[in-house]
């Protein structure tokens, strides 16, 4: 008699850098057992409720809990606010009668953690970024079921995976893509292309920065792919070689086989993608939080495949000497798109999936 479906609640909410690995990780799932049955865990304050149906996904909205990070009126809230949360999820995990607990951080994993542990519901927690947040730390604890981005990340128990993927990213073949891809946005079929993205939202000083640097990049010969996001414009005049600016490319897959280089923030997303697929970068980390967006950039970098430089460093000046150097050489690209490669991981949502299921599978036996 075949297995039951597995019953799965997945939580990682609020914004991209979660949900993106989240419903990696549900669509691997998927692909191993097409007949699995995944809740996800969200909130009405993030991107959840656009996001996740359109992955397909039904999608139970609990209150979101911010865990603070500094002593504030808000954390003397929070007691409350993670008691009325944790309720909300005990009851999705009820309804759907889950037989295991998916976290990737964000406002909804810790009251799905607590949830889960007070039901008796196996959890696993996925930390994506190289210095984890504060529901993955004390999750991290509670259970031996730990998976990281990388070795660098320092949790307990925690097993490094890399981060989940689409199918598409993670199996992208940039050489046999490349013509089509430039083709796409018009670009030339040969010539060092560029990219440039500030992530879904933009990035106001790496367009600005790069914009200003347009004349330079053109006499270097360098070709320009600009996604400036959906509510900024970058103003550059037509000329050759091409400098394409667009808002938003939804296949990321095509701008990643048009370039040879990229100019970008380090979130983790950002970074597992462009090591996966081998692209090498300059990362310019957002100054915020301490800078935890530069460590995940940090192994990339130590390995060769990336250039790190401060957001109020990155200027065309920057630019011109320390990046058209780089992009005028054949050779240093290539060190740079093989090392950016070796800290890459293509099979991290499938890996995930696996060990899940697994775990599923021996607590079923258990009972």
């Known amino acids: 008699m075949a297995a039951s479906a597995p019953r799965i609640v997945v939580a990682g909410g609020h914004s991209a850098g979660h949900i993106e690995p989240t419903m990696n990780f549900a669509d691997a799932v998927r692909r191993l057992r097409p007949d699995a049955e995944i809740t996800a865990l969200g909130t009405v304050r993030g991107l959840d409720t656009t996001l996740i ?5 039904p999608l139970e909205l609990i209150p979101p809990v911010p865990l603070q990070r500094r002593l504030n009126r808000a954390l003397l809230r929070t007691p ?36 889960a542990r007070r039901r008796g519901v196996p959890f696993v927690v996925h930390e994506a970024n190289a210095r984890p947040g504060v529901a993955n730390r004390v999750a991290a604890r509670l259970t031996h079921h730990v998976f990281t981005a990388s ?35 018009g670009l030339d079929p040969d010539g060092v292309v560029l990219l440039v993205t500030g992530g879904s939202q933009g990035a106001r000083a790496i367009n ?15 070709q320009v792919l600009h996604v400036a996001g959906p509510q900024n414009t970058v103003d550059v005049p037509a000329g050759e070689p091409p400098y394409v600016a667009v808002p938003y490319v939804e296949d990321m897959q095509y701008a990643y086989a048009a370039a040879d280089f990229v100019v970008c923030r380090s979130g ?34 130590t390995a060769g495949g990336a250039l790190i430089v401060a957001n109020e460093d990155f200027d065309p000046a920057w630019i011109r000497t320390r990046l058209l150097p ?42």
């Open 80 to 115: 409350v606010a993670l008691r009325d949360s944790v309720r909300a999820a005990a009851a999705v995990l009820d309804r759907t009668r889950a037989e295991v607990v998916v976290g990737f951080g964000g406002y909804v994993a810790m009251p799905a953690y607590i949830a």
């Open 326 to 367: 780089v992009l005028a050489d054949p050779a240093a690209l290539a060190r740079m798109a093989a090392a950016a490669a070796t800290t890459g991981a293509q099979d991290a949502g499938i890996t995930m999936a696996r060990r899940v299921l697994a775990l599923l599978d021996d607590d079923r036996r258990a009972a």
């Open 208 to 222: 600005d920065a790069v914009s200003a640097a347009a004349g330079e990049l053109r006499v270097a010969g360098v």
């Open 53 to 57: 149906p359109a992955r397909g996904y």
């Open 151 to 185: 070795a660098a990340v320092r949790l307990p128990h925690g097993v490094p995976v890399g981060i989940p993927l689409r199918p598409a990213i993670a199996g992208l073949d940039r050489a046999a893509l490349r013509a089509e891809a430039r083709a796409r946005f």
């Open 268 to 301: 983790a997303m950002t970074c597992a993608e462009l090591s996966a697929v081998g692209l090498p970068a300059v990362y310019v980390p957002l100054p915020l939080r301490g800078g935890e967006q530069r460590l995940n950039a940090v192994p990339v970098e």
